[in-house]
């Protein structure tokens, strides 16, 4: 089988992470896309403000629906810091037959090179990365061993910061969100 998974905080996820799952789908024929919430991203410490169980009940609520995507809480299950490469040593074990796919934006290619420990990441998993029109990506360091496939991806200037921050003023976050997340968010009163 082949298997991706496109990681992130999803706090809140939204239309611009969806929209990336179903074009890595599409253009990959992948048999299944799991995503996989981080407990706290190393490269950025600061972009989780929600509760593990907020950001489960999110991604849930917006993916309920589509049996094309699952949802792994491998990652906030262990807590700490997640980095790539023990997730993926924990799903080489689950999946050791199939081939995997660590789905990323365009806009992280130049940083691949300081994941820990990449050279025994490549070796793993192979990567894709999503470009989008009119942003073409940024000349990255080369990686010996580094399997890395291009995914033509929509034009969707979304961040979960950014809608935080729309949260806070009091903003509408309609045709950002599921309705769902949307209500959620309402619901319980986040990111106020």
Do not use: N
Not at 50 to 77: F, G, K, N, P, Y
């Amino acid at each position: 089988m082949k298997i991706g998974f496109l990681g992130g905080s999803f706090d809140p996820v939204h239309f611009g992470h969806l929209i990336a799952a179903q074009d890595v789908l599409e253009q990959f024929h992948l048999d299944r896309l799991l995503l996989v919430p981080a407990a706290q991203a190393p490269l950025k410490p600061k972009d989780v403000q929600s509760t593990v169980e907020d950001r489960l009940a999110m991604l849930q609520a917006a993916t309920e629906w589509d049996r094309r995507l699952e949802i792994s809480d491998h990652e906030l299950r262990k807590g700490g810091i997640s980095y790539t490469v023990d997730s993926v040593r924990h799903f080489r074990k689950q999946f050791p037959q199939d081939e995997l796919f660590w789905i990323i934006g365009g806009d992280q290619l130049p940083q691949l090179h300081k994941w820990k420990e990449i050279g025994e990441l490549v070796k793993l998993i192979e990567f894709i990365y999503l470009e989008r029109p009119k942003h073409p990506t940024k000349p990255h360091v080369e990686i010996d061993g580094l399997r890395l496939h291009r995914c033509d991806g929509h034009l969707i200037e979304i961040s979960s910061s950014e809608l935080r921050e729309r949260v806070l003023a009091g903003r509408s976050l309609h045709y950002f969100c599921p309705q769902k997340v949307i209500a959620y968010i309402e619901d319980r009163k986040l990111y106020r």
